[in-house]
């Protein structure tokens, strides 16, 4: 008997975490990670009733959610396109000269 408990628990383990949310996945149009993350918050707050209940809720979540928020796509034009870099400045011997003389901690040495 208790082998037969031990297999059914790993076995409904590895059902809930693995196999579970990638048929809902496919079968609810949901991510597997958005699967998976609801059903570890249903367990989590409302025990083995809020894992089975998880799936369905988020399922018509999202869908209510899709129906009433709007997204937009990014239509690829020239207005969306990122300008090329500026060429680097090109500096003399002395700006160069200068520039360094300031950078060091005593000053300039003579």
Do not use: C, D
């Not at 949310?21 to 990670?33: D, G, K």
């Not at 990122?82 to 360094?100: D, F, V």
């Amino acid at each position: 008997a208790i082998i037969v408990l031990v297999y059914i628990l790993i076995y409904q383990q590895i059902e809930n975490y693995l196999l579970s949310p990638r048929v809902t996945a496919h079968t609810m149009e949901l991510h597997p990670a958005v699967a998976f993350g609801s059903v570890i918050a249903g367990a989590s707050l409302f025990g083995a009733t809020g894992a089975f209940l998880a799936l369905p809720a988020t399922a018509t979540l999202q869908s209510a959610l899709s129906v009433y928020v709007r997204r937009h796509e990014v239509v690829e034009s020239e207005l969306t396109e990122e300008p090329p870099p500026p060429p680097p400045k090109k500096e003399g011997w002395a700006i160069r000269l200068a520039n360094r003389a300031r950078r060091t901690p005593n000053g300039p040495t003579t």
